[in-house]
Each structure stands twice: as C-alpha cells, then as structure tokens.
C-alpha cells in the first residue's frame, strides 16, 4: 500500500473522490480480445449496495452483448482495468486516488453467455488481497501492470458457457457501512475443455454482507495488519482432487 502514510492525511480530499475504473478488456492466452465480450457499465462509477442485483455484473450487466470470447480450461486469462473508457495508457493508473483494495476473479457456468443474467452459480477462481510483508493490495498489483490481473482457468471445468466476474474493491472509506466501493465487469466466455467438475458455487447478490470483515474495515488504523477476502474461497486443484 505505497504512500499509506502521506493517503491517511488525506483522507477527506478531493482526489479520494475521483479516478474511478472500469474492467474494459480481456486477454486470453496472451491474445488481446478488447472489449469484445465486455458487458461494459454505463460509467466508471462504483455499486455501494451488496445487496443489489448490480452486484453481479455492474449496472446494467444483466444484459449481454453479441460478442463471445473462446478461451480453452489450462490457460491463462487476464482482465484489464481503467480509469477511463477506451484509455489503456499505461502511464495513468488503472484506478488510483487511493482507491486501494483486493481483486478477485469469479466465473458461473451458464447456457448461454450471450443471454445470461448473472442469477446463477458463481465460484471464484482467483484473487490477491493484501500483502501485509510488502503493504501491497490487489489494486496496486494493476497499478503495476497497466491494469492486468492474470490468472489461469481451472482446467477440470467442463467445457461450455461461462460469466467471467472481474472485481475490484475499494476500501479507502470502508470503515463504516457502505462504504466500500464495488467495481465490476463480467465477459462472455465459451471454454473448451476435457474437464467434467464444476465446482459448488455461491449467489450474488448473498455471497457478500456489509458487515463482512474484508468489506467493513479500517484500512487506515493502527490495528490494521491482514486482510481477509470477502466471498468464498478460491477454487484450487486440491478441490477437484477431492472431488
């Protein structure tokens, strides 16, 4: 968490409010896809409520779009984060004004990519929370890598559609109720796959409580030392192993 020190003193100023993100693109297997099956929200902003439908997949993503992205289980994936619609420069952080906080991913197997509202099962598969040796969080990681998360897809899932759940949240005012922020996008995915286990998943909005100790949270105190994620646990391949 660089700058810790200089952002508590600031708490209260203008520049915490600003430079909300968006989750834009997606890459699969190191091949750039845009936002070719981004069902990308209609502005920057945050959802506050955990408790809304919007949690999901942002507002207005219980709505798809025509494009579908063909990933395969076993490879990699990487979402990309903004600050700005269409602005991928790497110099601008993907979401600054001390906006930090963990990143996960989560994926729900569906009929139809295309058609799906999100109501489904969902199951994370990757995440980065806070580490407390190198005061590093999630947000920072994509700071550092001009807005990139990559992480590798289960290779036990079962082929078909997916939503891919890309989530950032903010905690800098998380200290009190509703205070965190909530940014979000879901892609449409078709993966091809040898796999047949589809791990047991969670409901969204019901995963998450505004009382949850990764969700209302001092980051700036004293106290503060770890960090747990909100959610289930990431899926793992001892998961399938047992299964």
Known sequence: MKGLAIASAILGSASMAAAHATFQQLWVDGVDQDTKCARLPPSNSPVTDVTSPNIRCNVGGAKGV???CEATAGKTMAVEMHQQPGDRK?????????????????MSRVDDAAAADGSGS????DEF?????????????????CGKRT???????PAGDYLVRAEAIALHTASQVGGAQFYMTCYQVKLSSSGSQLPDGV????????????????IWGNGF???????????AD???RRR
């Open 66 to 68: 025509s494009g579908v």
């Open 90 to 106: 790497c110099s601008t952080e993907a979401i600054g004004g001390n906006h930090f906080g963990p990143v996960m991913v989560y």
């Open 122 to 125: 969902w199951f994370k598969v």
């Open 129 to 145: 929370g806070y580490d407390a040796d190198n005061k590093t969080w999630g947000t920072d990681v994509l700071n550092a890598g």
């Open 151 to 157: 992480f590798t897809v289960p290779a036990h899932l």
């Open 203 to 218: 409901s969204l909005p019901g995963a998450y409580k505004a009382t949850d100790p990764g969700i209302k949270v001092d």
């Open 225 to 235: 030392k770890s960090y747990e994620e909100p959610g289930p646990a990431k899926i």
């Open 238 to 240: 001892s998961y399938f």
